[in-house]
C-alpha cells in the first residue's frame, strides 16, 4: 500500500465516524462548497458519502469514496447551508508558496484541509507573527514572491469559513487535553506551552521553540533533559539537516514503550 492510498483510507475512516448533520467542506472544480453530512449510501457496488448542499430543495451531492479528499470538517462548527447551492473559488499565495514547499503539488496544497500540525502558545502573540510580519521567497534567479507565515501555515483560527487550512493554534490558556485532534506534529511555542501541555501531546513528533529570555526556559531545558535521559532511544540517527547560525539544536527519538 502506498503512503496516499494509506492516506485516503485514514481519511475515509475519519469521515465514517461523522454523526449526521456535521457540517463539511467539499471541492467541486476549481470551487469550495458547504454542506452537512447526512448518510452514507450504496449504489450498485458503489459507496458514497451524501452531502446536503443547500437548504431549498434538500440539493444533495454523491460522492464516491475515490474523491473524499475534496471533503473536510468544516472549520467551524457553526455552518449554515446557504437557500441555493454557490462555492467560492480558493486562492493562495502561490508564487509565495511554490518555492518553499520543494516539488509539491502546490494545487493541492492549497485547495485541501488536512491538520498537518497543532502550535501550543499565546494566540495573539501568534496572529501577530503569522499573519502580521513580511517574508520573501526566491520565486526566480533575481525575483523573490512577498508573503507571510499564514500563506504557509493557513491555520484554521486565523482563516475564514470557507478557506482552507493545514494546521490549528491552541491557547496556553486550554484545557490541556488534545480533544481527538488528530495530528502528526504538535509545536510548542515557548517554555511555558511545552511546561503546562508536554503531557497531553505524549506521541506525536513535537518542536519545542525556546528563547533564554523567556520565563521558564530552564525548567523546560530541565524537563526536555529528562525526557532524554529516560526516554530517548540512542541508536538512531536522525537527519535534521543544517542548523542556522544563531541556533541550537537538540534532536532525539522517544521510545513508544
Known amino acids: 500500500m502506498t503512503s496516499e492510498q494509506s492516506s485516503l483510507e485514514e481519511h475515509i475512516a475519519r469521515l465514517s465516524a461523522l454523526k449526521p448533520g456535521t457540517p463539511v467542506t467539499y471541492f467541486r472544480g476549481a470551487k469550495k462548497y458547504r454542506g452537512v453530512f447526512k448518510t452514507w449510501a450504496t449504489e450498485g457496488n458503489i459507496r458514497y458519502f451524501v452531502v446536503q448542499v443547500a437548504t431549498t430543495g434538500g440539493e444533495t451531492r454523491y460522492i464516491p469514496l475515490h474523491q473524499l479528499r475534496d471533503v473536510a470538517v468544516a472549520s467551524s462548527k457553526n455552518e449554515t447551508l446557504p437557500k441555493y447551492a454557490s462555492g467560492r473559488a480558493v486562492t493562495g499565495n502561490i508564487p509565495f508558496v511554490t518555492p518553499l514547499l520543494k516539488g509539491r503539488d502546490v494545487n493541492e496544497f492549497v485547495r485541501r484541509s488536512i491538520l498537518d500540525c497543532v502550535i501550543l502558545g499565546r494566540v495573539n502573540a501568534l496572529r501577530n507573527e503569522i499573519d502580521g510580519v513580511q517574508f520573501a521567497s526566491k520565486a526566480g534567479p533575481a525575483t523573490f514572491a512577498e508573503g507571510t507565515l499564514q500563506d504557509v501555515l493557513r491555520v484554521r483560527e486565523f482563516s475564514s469559513a470557507m478557506s482552507t487550512y493545514r ?67 540512542t541508536d538512531v540517527n536522525l537527519d535534521i539537516g543544517v542548523v542556522p547560525d544563531g541556533i541550537e539544536m537538540v534532536a532525539f527519538q522517544k521510545s513508544r514503550s
Open 167 to 233: 494546521s490549528s493554534v491552541l491557547s496556553i490558556e486550554s484545557t490541556g487535553t488534545n480533544d481527538g485532534m488528530d495530528t502528526p506534529v504538535v509545536i510548542f511555542d515557548g517554555a511555558m506551552p511545552f511546561l503546562k501541555h508536554h503531557h497531553a501531546w505524549p506521541l506525536p513528533n513535537r518542536i519545542l521553540v525556546l528563547d533564554r529570555t523567556e520565563r521558564g526556559f530552564q525548567s523546560a531545558v530541565d524537563t526536555l533533559n529528562q525526557e532524554y535521559v529516560t526516554e530517548a532511544v
